[in-house]
């Protein structure tokens, strides 16, 4: 059998090795030359539950989780209850007959695959039941052995060579039960060649390495999910690189730490989710106020209150651009791919430092947790802009204005320490040098002089140069539908429009990264090249749909999913056809 | 002018410095009679008596009559939210540790709206001086009961008497596990120019209950009344004996002023190994290449 991409899901009760089975598999895949992105959900109790874990391999870069199942792997009668639904007309299950089988009436293909009773046959202990998985799945789509093997090697070598051993013994012993048992997926050449290098990333990952390489130096956080493993992954990492990271008493004590370290001079940002968001609201209008810059991660999760919080919800954008008491606007980014999670991140720092703002950058659950093959960055080429500082000519004869006006908005900010001025900065208005005021004359010219600042940032954006590729746009000749959305649908509509194009119907996409401010040529461009907007959501409101119909003369066509999963191509093909 | 007079002073300054070097031209906006003027002037002959260069000074402040505090001391300075000096005293001083970071609350600002920060500070002992200026009122607002306000005093929000217990902030503290903890009283501002010439010293928390009366809206809490109360602590008090310092705090008879407490412990400078993080010299690219090896 032969196939372009096939979608593999793995599912049993957590804690029994799904999540690590597709872990090994992926991994072993990416050193195969293969390119993957899983998907994977997380039970909602701590321990048990059904987990699962999706994993689409391809030869070419695949953008989506993809669409209905390809292969099952079911360690128990629970994950084919709730799966088996999603199978493809020819997709095959397989299952351990110790723990249940398929019943008759069951149409699709099903292999016997006894992940224990291999594992206990070959390493003689049962343990080695994921890796029965892996080993199966992997030789059934031509991942050799060798590969495998290394890799168990390298994540079992800590816990001692028998282990390794034992692991290795079931790998071997399921890729010859899988050579006699289950047919081959043959999935072509690869694309990917031997010398090119492509990282295994997730969405957190890439947002800490990017911060990291933006100079954050300064990370705060309170555990919270899907956020903490951005927390965690700079506690591992930012020391090494002469930063610091602290665990506050809560997100208010986190973005209120941050706001210090960088009036100190630190770039500093904190990762949280919704209801860590709503907690630093007041902080962001100081950060605002004060023109103190700060970075801000929003690993968006199912809300409201506590709601889902292993579900994915595009439900905060309103939030990030709205949420404020007082008239307070925020860049808001929001990465659409992981590899975007990297540079968007490096991004929001940018701007946050250039223009003295509070930058917003949303991402969300599926994009926190997915991994996929992302192409190794090249950090010779990555653009790092830093706030300005005064210069001595600024300083003399005269008492320093912090908040200085001047064409573009910005002023020039001293860092504590400089002997050459100083200030104090405040939440209060304040005239330029920093002295508390309440006069009609004062509180509009510094209104305005803090949203100038925005409107430099918008013409910038609009005028390229460091801050190139804030939106995606492609308006394919012939296109009469337009398709506008953000953030991590980004890989779905690409494909379902791909679905879309082999039918013979051609549709436009326009994917802001940069949400606030709003690519406005760009969205009107778009606008007026197409007949019909479509913005798909996933969420209940259709946020972007309410910021475009606010600000553009168009009534957009909303196609929005609020089930805390995300999309799939094939569904967003479908209902972009039914309503165009 | 007066800058540039300053800056004159300074070079030739041998050995101490002039209290009114740290004055801004800025008019303090108290009310005659503020119990903060003292506090304020404590401050200027503190930093006098150190020599402190302006530049390594931040001052952190919170909302209320005392959150005006930053604008009278030339420093750098953050006003800032209420409640929340704090993370911000604890982000400037970590990312910067050769600033002197001094946090300035009212009884508001540190021990209602702020109150969740104090445990957690005094668990890190962070190496700065936080100031509670106490007036047992809300006088910005004016005059709502606070968490020290006096049980039975009428407020405007507690029209026939309060009903909650008031908090003692050095009682806190001790309990907190805070390493130094001390109590002032602004009337007494050359008392509390000395605990902060201490307190500056102290490598870690160092936290100074100052009492600034608020003689135009608290009527129960006064200079007349707590001058009556107030008592020196015995000068042979041991202040690394902890439970002494609760017991001298529980005092219902009389409110002591002094240091406390005081015990050498690591600061969160020391635990994080700032000096040394940051003293290294660091390619961050070729570390970075290196981390971005392990997810090939
Ligand atoms: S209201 Fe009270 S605390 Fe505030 S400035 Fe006036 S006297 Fe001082």
């Given at each position: ?219 705060t956080g309170y555990p ?11 506690a ?8 610091t990271v602290i665990q506050c008493e809560d997100?208010i004590s986190a973005?209120g730490a941050?706001?210090g ?320 | ?59 952190i402040?919170g ?20 409640g929340r000096v704090l993370p911000i005293a604890m982000g400037t001083k970590v990312?910067?540790p050769?600033?002197h970071v001094f946090g300035i609350s009212g009884d508001g600002d540190a021990l209602a709206i702020g109150g969740g920060h104090i445990p957690h500070m005094a668990r890190r002992n962070l190496k700065m001086v936080y100031v509670i200026l106490d ?12 968490p020290t ?16 217990k008031p908090l003692d902030p050095v009682l806190l503290m001790l309990a907190y596990g805070a390493t130094f903890v001390a109590r002032g ?7 509390v120019?000395?605990l902060i010439v201490k307190a500056m010293s102290h490598n870690g928390f160092a936290v100074i209950h100052a009492i ?21 602590i015995p000068?042979?008090h041991d202040i690394t004996d902890r439970m002494k310092a609760m017991e001298l705090a529980l005092d219902?008879?009389?409110i002591h002023l002094g240091l406390f407490y005081q015990i050498e412990e690591p600061s969160l400078e020391d635990k994080l190994g700032l000096q ?21």
């Open positions: 059998m032969s196939k372009q991409d096939i979608v593999i899901r793995i599912g049993g009760e957590g804690g029994e090795g799904v999540i690590s089975a597709g872990e090994i598999l992926s991994r072993a895949a990416a050193r195969s030359q293969f390119h993957f992105f899983t998907f994977r959900t997380y039970p909602a109790e701590i321990k048990g539950g059904l987990a699962m874990f999706q994993l689409r391999i391809s030869r070419r870069q695949v953008l989506s989780h993809g669409s209905a199942l390809d292969v099952l792997m079911c360690f128990n009668q629970e994950a084919f209850d709730n799966y088996w639904k999603e199978l493809k007309p020819d997709g095959i299950v397989l299952y351990d007959p110790k723990y249940f089988t398929p019943p008759k009436a069951f149409k699709n293909k099903s292999i016997p695959l006894e992940l224990e009773q291999i594992s206990l046959d070959s390493s003689g202990t049962t343990r080695g039941k994921n890796i029965v998985a892996v080993g199966a799945i992997g030789e059934m789509i031509g991942i050799p052995y060798d590969t495998s093997a290394k890799l168990v090697e390298e994540i079992f070598l800590r816990k001692g060579e028998k282990v390794v051993l034992s692991n290795q013994k079931a790998l071997k012993g399921a890729c010859e039960y899988s050579k006699k048992a289950i047919q081959k997926i043959d999935l072509g050449e690869p694309e990917m060649s031997q010398d090119e290098h492509w990282l295994i990333l997730s969405g957190n990952e890439a947002l800490a390495l990017g911060a990291i390489s933006a100079g954050c130096r300064f990370c919270i999910t899907p956020a903490s493993s951005v927390l965690e992954f700079m591992r990492e930012l020391p090494g690189f002469g930063g997100e973005i941050c706001l370290a960088s009036f100190a001079g630190a770039k500093a940002m904190t990762p949280t989710s919704g209801p860590g968001l709503a907690l630093m609201t007041e902080m962001l209008n100081l950060a605002f106020m004060s023109e103190t810059p700060i970075v801000v991660v929003d690993v968006q999760r199912s809300g409201p209150s506590t709601g889902m919080p292993t579900k994915t919800e595009q439900g905060d954008l309103r939030y990030a651009l709205y949420g404020s008491p007082g008239e307070c606007p925020r860049v808001v980014i929001a990465p659409a791919s992981v590899r975007d999670c990297f540079f968007e991140m490096i991004r929001a720092f940018n701007i946050a430092e250039k223009y003295q703002v509070a930058v917003l950058v949303l991402s969300d659950q599926t994009l926190a947790n997915r991994t996929t093959t992302v192409k190794r960055f090249d950090l010779n080429k990555i653009h790092i802009d830093n706030r300005i500082q005064p210069s001595d000519e600024d300083l003399k004869n005269d008492i320093y204005a912090r908040y200085k006006l001047t064409d573009t908005g910005v002023s020039p900010m001293l860092i504590p320490g400089d002997p050459r001025g100083a200030f104090i900065a405040t939440g209060l208005e304040h005239d330029e040098y920093c002295t508390p005021g309440y006069t009609p004359e004062l509180h509009s010219t510094m209104t305005l002089k803090r949203f100038k600042k925005l409107d430099t940032l918008a013409a910038d954006l609009e005028n390229g140069g460091s801050q190139n590729g804030h939106y995606f746009m492609d308006i394919p000749k012939g296109a009469k539908i337009g398709i506008i959305a953000w953030g991590a649908t980004f890989g779905p509509i690409r494909e379902a429009l791909e679905m879309a194009k082999e039918t013979g119907v051609e549709i436009a996409h326009l994917h802001p990264k940069v949400l606030w401010p709003l690519p406005d040529k760009q969205i009107k461009e778009f606008i007026s090249s197409v007949d019909k907007v479509i913005i798909p959501e996933e969420n209940y409101l259709g946020h972007l749909s309410e910021v475009i119909k606010a600000n553009y003369d168009v009534k957009p066509i909303q196609i929005n999913k609020f089930e805390g999963i995300p999309f799939t191509p094939e569904e967003l093909f479908q209902n972009i056809m039914e309503v165009g | 002018m007066a800058e540039v007079e300053a800056v004159q002073a300074e070079e030739t300054r041998v050995d101490k410095r002039k209290a009114t070097e740290y004055k801004t031209d800025l008019k303090p906006i108290w009310c005659p009679g503020c119990g903060d003027f003292g506090a304020l002037t404590a401050f200027y002959n503190a930093f006098a008596e150190v020599g402190i260069d302006t530049k390594d000074v931040a001052i402040s909302i209320g009559c005392s959150g005006r505090f930053g604008y009278f001391i030339k420093s750098y300075g953050f006003h800032v939210v209420h990312a910067n050769d600033l007036n047992a009122i809300y006088g910005l607002t004016k005059g709502q009961a606070s306000s006096p049980e039975v005093m009428k407020t405007g929000t507690t029209p026939t008497g309060g009903f909650e009283y602004t009337a007494k501002y050359k008392a120019s000395d600034s009366p608020c003689p135009v809206f608290n009527k129960n809490v006064t200079f007349k009344s707590v001058s009556q109360l107030v008592e020196d000068e042979d219902k008879d009389k040394d993080r940051y003293a290294m010299k660091i390619d961050s690219t070729a570390r970075m290449n290196d981390l971005l090896e392990r997810f090939q």
